[in-house]
């Protein structure tokens, strides 16, 4: 049982172990995220089982993912679980390796390129710098109803030496940009969004905390993005 990272959806990002795994797999379970030419890589014999949860649509539940790894694994098949960008974030990595390992199946995780990593190469910027931006953090914009979590450590997102990557954060960002000014972060922060990147209509757009936090009052959200804001965002 491989749990394999695919990178944030362009197939040059997947890693050599992943085009291997997904080479020689039986069977592999993917997200839509984790769908598109990377799964050109799978074996065409395999079976392609699509689990994906979308925010905002129909989603398979999480114990009925589980419920199908562990039953192909148990069969004896080779099977891939391929998760988009790396497993191991924002993935619920924890609670499939929790049934596996309930179940006493063996696995692997195979890292990969995070989308958060390939959105900053695509805008040409690096996620840190020396004195200035120290830190990087990953954080979530939604919780598991969809809102803002209420549990924000804001001292820590509205420090102004740190970069910033938001995943699932279009539709609260409005909300989380009221609280970064509340908590001290100037409204003219550098921000980036950085929309299907590593797919053909890879959108990138260089901005500031507050003209994106008036921009995504109105956007409609059909495709991942990221937020990345820091003193680093908006760097040429
Ligand atoms: C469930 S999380 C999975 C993150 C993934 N494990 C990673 O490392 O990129 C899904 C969120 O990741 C971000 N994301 C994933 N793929 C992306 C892409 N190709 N372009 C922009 N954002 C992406 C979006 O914020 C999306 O809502």
Request: charged share 20%; hydrophobic share 45%; aromatic share 4%.
């Amino acid at each position: 049982m491989s749990l394999v990272s695919a990178g944030p959806g362009d197939p040059e990002l997947l890693t050599l172990k992943a085009v291997d795994r997904l080479a020689r797999a039986e069977v592999v379970l993917y997200d839509d995220l984790a769908s598109g030419p990377v799964l050109d890589h799978a074996n065409p014999d395999a079976m392609l089982i699509a689990v994906g949860k979308r925010a905002g649509r129909p989603s398979a539940r999480q114990d009925h993912v589980n419920a199908l790894l562990v039953e192909h694994a148990l069969a004896g098949r080779r099977v891939v679980r391929l998760k988009s960008g790396d497993s191991g974030i924002f993935g619920r990595l924890e609670e499939e390796l929790a049934a596996l390992t309930g179940a006493g199946i063996a696995f692997e995780i195979v890292p990969g390129v995070t989308s958060a990593s390939a959105a900053a190469a695509a805008a040409g910027i690096p996620l840190t710098r020396r004195l200035t931006a120290r830190r990087v953090q990953f954080i979530t914009g939604a919780d598991v109803t969809g809102h803002l979590p209420e549990d924000i450590n804001w001292a820590a997102i509205a420090d102004p030496a740190v970069t910033t990557v938001v995943f699932m954060g279009q539709r609260s960002f409005p909300d989380l940009a009221a609280g970064l000014r509340a908590h001290g972060l100037p409204g003219d922060t550098p921000a980036l969004f950085a929309e299907s990147v590593g797919h053909p209509h890879q959108r990138l757009i260089r901005t500031t905390v507050d003209d994106l936090a008036t921009m995504m009052k109105t956007a409609s959200v059909s495709q991942p993005g990221l937020i990345i804001y820091g003193p680093l965002a908006f760097y040429t």
